[in-house]
């Protein structure tokens, strides 16, 4: 059975600092995964994706995230900070059925 | 441009009162979900549907029951609502493996 794990409900960094949100997942077969981001009071937004292909991949707003498969890792990351990115992340994988799991979330908050 | 459209936005229900959720998409896909957002539980699917016709469970389909009588359509259904059901659901759609689109959510009490 698929499962997402997210490492830290909470991550605090500084504006202009590096953002790292970690992301493992456990799938019986290779896996579809997907980085969203929910602001508040909206819905889910999509940054990323991972399918088939180039193993690092880049989303909208600077993000990026890099599949390992020997890691069963899809880590998040973003060079630079900004007070704009406050907002609370998800991991999520897929395989052939089309169940979609998400993992709990990471609440990311930028200081001044 | 609709997208995912939720109705309703707000609900307040005492518990053993039923109600249903309407999801409507305008974008064809097969892939219809609904999931349930509690704090620091993340996002948890209730029940799923690949297409007309089919539904599927998710991770947490006990109380609820759906229907997708037609394609842009997927119905969750409270039959004798509880307290355990308050909670934010989101309907989303797509299609296979592709990432999904999302309304805006409906945000349920239970009393």
């Known amino acids: 059975a698929q499962s997402v794990t997210q490492l830290g409900s909470h991550v605090s960094v500084s504006e202009g600092a590096l953002v790292l949100l970690r992301c493992n997942y456990s799938?019986?077969?290779?896996?579809?995964l997907f980085w969203y981001v929910q602001y508040p009071n909206q819905g889910l937004q999509l940054l990323l994706k991972?399918?088939?292909?180039?193993?690092l991949v880049k989303g909208i707003n600077g993000f990026e995230a890099e599949f390992k498969k020997s890691e069963t890792s899809f880590h998040l990351t973003k060079p630079s900070a900004h007070m704009s990115d406050a907002a609370e992340y998800f991991c999520?994988?897929?395989?052939?059925?089309?169940?979609?799991?998400f993992g709990q979330g990471t609440e990311l908050s930028v200081k001044p | 441009n609709a997208g995912v459209t939720q109705t309703p936005k707000f609900r307040v229900l005492k518990t053993g009162q039923s109600m249903t959720l309407l999801c409507a998409q305008d974008?064809?896909?097969?892939?219809m979900y609904w999931y349930r957002q509690d704090p620091g539980m993340g996002l948890r699917l209730i029940h799923y549907?690949?297409?007309?016709?089919?539904?599927a469970k998710g991770e947490v389909p006990d109380g609820y029951n759906v229907s997708r009588l037609k394609k842009q359509n997927f119905l969750l259904g409270l039959e004798s609502a509880a307290p355990s059901q308050t909670s934010v659901y989101f309907c989303a759609s797509g299609v296979s493996n592709s990432p999904l689109h999302f309304g805006n959510g409906t945000r349920l009490t239970v009393t």
């Open positions: 799938s019986s077969v290779p896996p579809y």
């Open positions: 999520a994988v897929t395989d052939w059925g089309g169940k979609l799991i």
């Open positions: 974008m064809n896909h097969e892939y």
């Open positions: 549907s690949v297409g007309e016709g089919t539904t």
């Open positions: 991972y399918t088939t292909g180039a193993t």
